[in-house]
Nanobody, 122 residues
Framework: QVQLVESGGGLVQAGGFLRLSCAAS????????MGWYRQAPGKQREFIAS???????NYSDSVKGRFTISRDNAKNTVYLQMNSLKPEDTAVYYC????????????????WGRGTQVTVSS
């Protein structure tokens, strides 16, 4: 069983930046595909970004050019650098993982973290 633990959320002003981290543990193998989703109050969960062990990356159009996903395979950790933050980026951000990229992209990955709150004030 894989556990995903997010950190790095918080309160930031519009235009600022935050860096989220997600550490995978509980298995000798970290998920091949990892990524981030977010959910704002009253809204559906939204795909943000994904990355495979071989560094194949996908972004949603809403964050492309502002957010950067990366991972350190040796540390079983994935990161989300969020720049030029906007109030509409306010949400709970969830780290996800699975063996295949398909489930990560379609919203049904096997593993989910508990989430970390990101609040962007205007």
């Amino acid at each position: 069983q894989v556990q995903l633990v997010e950190s790095g959320g918080g309160l930031v002003q519009a235009g600022g930046f935050l860096r989220l981290s997600c550490a995978a543990s509980g298995s000798i193998f970290s998920p091949n595909a990892m990524g981030w989703y977010r959910q704002a109050p009253g809204k559906q969960r939204e795909f943000i970004a994904s990355i495979t062990r071989s560094a194949i990356i996908n972004y949603s159009d809403s964050v492309k050019g502002r957010f950067t996903i990366s991972r350190d395979n040796a540390k079983n950790t994935v990161y989300l650098q969020m720049n030029s933050l906007k109030p509409e980026d306010t949400a709970v951000y969830y780290c996800v993982g699975d063996l295949t990229i398909g489930t990560v992209l379609t919203g049904s990955p096997r593993y989910w973290g508990r989430g970390t709150q990101v609040t962007v004030s205007s």
